[in-house]
């Protein structure tokens, strides 16, 4: 399958699923679901192909992990919060931030094997 069709399908894959957690909660709390969620999964796969090449990489990390975590929408979130009260904006985005990469890192050590953590 050819890199374009990977990120492609994926991408529907990975945009349908975060519509369909939409559906299910608030567009507020589907922010921190995806994207806590999201990174956690992305910094796992990152770990394992580290491990074991896959032609579906881009499948899975651009195309469905791309479309399933929302940065945009963060950054309007983000941009709502700071017009509202700035303080809170500035939580609202240290901790997204923060979470998102911790979970990234978690699951990246998660699936990593037994090798050692160079940085």
């Known amino acids: 399958m050819g890199n374009l069709m990977q990120v492609f399908l994926g991408g529907m894959i990975g945009s349908v699923l975060r519509y369909a957690i939409q559906l299910y909660t608030g567009s507020s709390a589907m922010l ?35 479309a399933f975590t929302t940065f945009s929408s963060f950054t309007q979130q983000w941009f709502r919060e700071l017009q509202e009260h700035f303080l ?27 090798r050692k953590w160079n940085g």
């Open 32 to 66: 921190w679901i995806v994207n806590i969620i999201g990174s956690f999964i992305l910094g796992s796969l990152n770990g394992y192909f580290e491990k074991k090449e896959s032609k579906f990489k881009l499948f899975f990390t651009t195309g469905m992990l791309g």
């Open 88 to 114: 809170s904006g500035i939580i609202y985005a240290v901790c997204m931030t923060f979470l998102c990469f911790t979970a990234a890192f978690m699951g990246y050590l998660w699936n990593r094997g037994n």
